[in-house]
C-alpha cells in the first residue's frame, strides 16, 4: 500500500513519473486492447481477424508465401522443388504432392525422408496439334503415398527431374506439399 500512487493524472512510484512498461514483470499470455501502436513488432504468428490489409500497404519483401506464385524449368539433373520439417511421433504419414506441369514433357518426381529416396513417380504433359500449331496444356500432378518415419524431426522433400519429351518450355508450377501424421 502506497507504493504506488496516482497524482495528477500520471502514475507513480516512489515519487517519480512512471513514463514506460517493465515487460519483464508482464507476466499475462496476451494483451488486450482497442489499439496497438508500435515501430515494430516481432512475433512467431499472427492473426488477423476480420481485416483487409491491401497490398499497396506491405512494403517489399515484407510478407513472404512459401506457396505463392512457383514455375521452374526441370533439367536432366534432380532438383528440390518442396521441403517441409515435420515433427513424427514415429506413426504411419500420408505424403500428397500437387503441381502443374507443363510443356510437352516427362518428369519423375522423387519423394524423400531426410535426402533418403522413397518413391519416384513418373508423371507428364502433352499437346495438341492441328499438324502446324501446337498447343501445350497444363496437367495437374497429384502424388501420394504414406511412409513412417522414425520419432523426431525430419524433412519430407520432393525433387525433379526432366525425364524426356519436347525441350519446348517445359515447367513444374505452383507446386503444394501436405504431410499429415496418423495417430491412434
Same mark, same amino acid.
Given at each position: 500500500?502506497?507504493?504506488?500512487?496516482f497524482d495528477n493524472g500520471d502514475f507513480a512510484l516512489d515519487g517519480n513519473t512512471v513514463t514506460g512498461i517493465d515487460g519483464s514483470n508482464l507476466s499475462d499470455t496476451?494483451?488486450?486492447?482497442?489499439?496497438?501502436?508500435?515501430? @515494430?513488432?516481432?512475433?512467431?504468428?499472427?492473426?488477423?481477424?476480420?481485416?483487409?490489409?491491401?497490398?499497396?500497404?506491405?512494403?517489399?519483401?515484407?510478407?513472404?508465401?512459401?506457396?505463392?506464385?512457383?514455375?521452374?524449368? %526441370?533439367?536432366?539433373?534432380?532438383?528440390?522443388?518442396?521441403?517441409?520439417?515435420?515433427?513424427? @511421433?514415429?506413426?504411419?504419414?500420408?505424403?500428397?504432392?500437387?503441381? +502443374?506441369?507443363?510443356?510437352? #514433357?516427362?518428369?519423375?518426381?522423387?519423394?524423400?525422408?531426410?535426402?533418403?529416396?522413397?518413391?519416384?513417380? #513418373?508423371?507428364?504433359?502433352?499437346?495438341?496439334?492441328?499438324?502446324?500449331?501446337?498447343?501445350?496444356?497444363?496437367?495437374?500432378?497429384?502424388?501420394?503415398?504414406?511412409?513412417? %518415419?522414425?520419432?523426431?524431426?525430419?524433412?519430407?522433400?520432393?525433387?525433379?527431374?526432366? #525425364?524426356? +519429351?519436347? %525441350?519446348?518450355? %517445359?515447367?513444374?508450377? #505452383?507446386?503444394?506439399?501436405?504431410?499429415?501424421?496418423?495417430?491412434?
Amino acid at each position: 500500500s502506497g507504493i504506488v500512487t496516482f497524482d495528477n493524472g500520471d502514475f507513480a512510484l516512489d515519487g517519480n513519473t512512471v513514463t514506460g512498461i517493465d515487460g519483464s514483470n508482464l507476466s499475462d499470455t496476451s494483451i488486450t486492447g482497442g489499439k496497438l501502436a508500435s515501430t @515494430n513488432v516481432i512475433t512467431a504468428s499472427a492473426q488477423i481477424s476480420n481485416l483487409v490489409v491491401g497490398t499497396a500497404q506491405i512494403a517489399n519483401n515484407a510478407v513472404s508465401n512459401k506457396f505463392a506464385a512457383f514455375s521452374i524449368t %526441370p533439367t536432366s539433373t534432380y532438383q528440390l522443388i518442396e521441403d517441409v520439417s515435420i515433427t513424427s @511421433n514415429g506413426n504411419l504419414t500420408s505424403i500428397m504432392f500437387n503441381c +502443374g506441369l507443363n510443356g510437352s #514433357n516427362s518428369v519423375q518426381f522423387d519423394i524423400r525422408l531426410d535426402t533418403v529416396s522413397q518413391r519416384v513417380f #513418373n508423371a507428364s504433359s502433352g499437346f495438341y496439334t492441328d499438324g502446324t500449331t501446337h498447343t501445350y496444356h497444363e496437367q495437374m500432378v497429384t502424388l501420394a503415398m504414406t511412409l513412417t %518415419p522414425t520419432a523426431g524431426t525430419r524433412v519430407v522433400s520432393v525433387y525433379a527431374r526432366l #525425364n524426356g +519429351g519436347s %525441350p519446348s518450355s %517445359p515447367t513444374i508450377q #505452383n507446386r503444394y506439399l501436405e504431410t499429415t501424421e496418423l495417430k491412434k
